[in-house]
């Protein structure tokens, strides 16, 4: 029941503060607040406040609690500005996120030494940080399982952060080589015969590796090191009949391997070795009928020590705030088609 007195303050509505954030030089502002203030735009958007910039100096202005998440926002940015890390929009909508964690999802210490969400550190790259929870969870896994499980739609990060976190197992020393797969199938298409040698005709289904393999090291660094065997990208199909040891070993869209080529590929596991297998259970190119090895695998290998599991969902889709909402688009769709289909197979009344 609404007394006078609650009614008095519903009416008058959340409090509204002014909160100024001064930085050291308009060098370091101008990163944070970004090209023409488009991330202090973002950050309007997404938290309901006004940023009005002014020099080396920004207020935000709008209900307490969101200018708080706010200013948390904007020191999150700064603290990565003044390492060198970059402030994109992809970064602030991963700083809104981290803000939101922070002091409730997080202790001091724990993971990334500052409250915050993981990351991972590369030479060429320098340090990346998760940008959502899905993706923070996943490299907690990666870091403390030797088999990990991403599964999750498109544009989420998975293979991005796996070539990273793999990368920098190298550059650690934690293993000595990096073995980095993909089964070979035409994405409903049929491609036919495909000039070249072996090497070129596997290429093209392997380029989204190569692409994130070449965003964490340098191009020289690869090329070598794919002539040392240090880096080894190879098809799902020349996996059989190994043993991989003291390795970072990466099988990426993995929903297009059949239950016995995913048996065949976890059996690889040698000593000293972390595997990491990421896809997407509702994109398979598998013929009709074809049963998905990683549905299967996710399911056989539940509550196994050293197995992790993690799940990426539409809202956790990072390439793009349109690939964002084209997810949830199809995901309502099916979602529909599921309800009408048990619907239209419920026994009548």
């Known amino acids: 029941m609404k007394t006078p007195e609650n ?96 002091g409730s999802l997080f202790t001091r210490g724990e993971g990334g030494g500052d409250g915050g969400f993981d990351r991972v550190s590369t030479r060429k790259r320098g340090t990346v940080r998760a940008r959502n929870a899905a993706q923070d969870a996943y490299i907690r896994a990666m870091r403390s399982n030797e088999l990990v499980f991403g599964a999750g739609p498109a544009g989420t990060g998975k293979t991005w952060l796996a070539v990273g976190f793999a990368v920098s197992l190298l ?24 000039p070249g040698d072996m090497k070129e005709k596997v290429d093209p289904y392997l380029r989204p590796i190569y692409d994130a393999l070449q965003d964490f090291m340098d191009a020289r660094v690869v090329e070598r090191g794919m002539q040392t065997g240090m880096i080894e990208v ?40 972390r595997m990491i297998v990421n896809g997407d259970p509702t994109q398979t190119d598998l013929p009709p009928g074809q049963r998905s090895g990683l549905v299967d695998a996710i399911r056989l290998t539940q509550g196994i ?5 993690v799940a990426f969902a539409e809202g956790d889709v990072v390439r793009h705030d349109l690939v964002r909402r084209i997810v949830s688009a199809y995901e309502d769709a099916a979602r529909r088609v599921h309800e009408a289909a048990a619907q239209a197979a419920a026994p009548p009344r």
């Open 7 to 102: 009614q008095a303050a519903g009416a008058a509505g959340p409090e509204i503060a002014e909160i100024a954030v001064a930085f050291d030089d308009n060098k370091l502002a101008s990163r944070v607040f970004g090209h023409y203030d488009q991330n202090l735009a973002l950050i309007e958007r997404r938290l309901g406040v006004v940023a009005a910039a002014n020099g080396n100096l920004v207020t935000l202005k709008g209900p307490r609690a969101n200018c708080e998440r706010a200013k948390r926002v904007v020191d999150l940015l700064a603290a990565r500005a003044r390492q060198g890390q970059p402030a994109t929009q992809g970064d602030v909508e991963g700083a809104i996120q981290e803000g939101a964690m922070q």
């Open 171 to 194: 550059e650690q020393g934690a293993v000595e080589r990096l073995v980095l797969s993909r089964p070979a199938v035409e994405a409903g298409e049929r491609l036919g015969f495909l």
């Open 234 to 273: 190879a098809p799902l199909a020349f996996m059989r009949g190994r043993t991989l040891s003291n390795a970072a070993v990466l099988l990426d869209e993995a929903q297009n391997a059949t239950a016995m080529q995913m048996k065949m590929f976890l059996t690889r596991l040698g000593e000293g070795s």
């Open 305 to 309: 020590e050293g197995v992790g599991h």
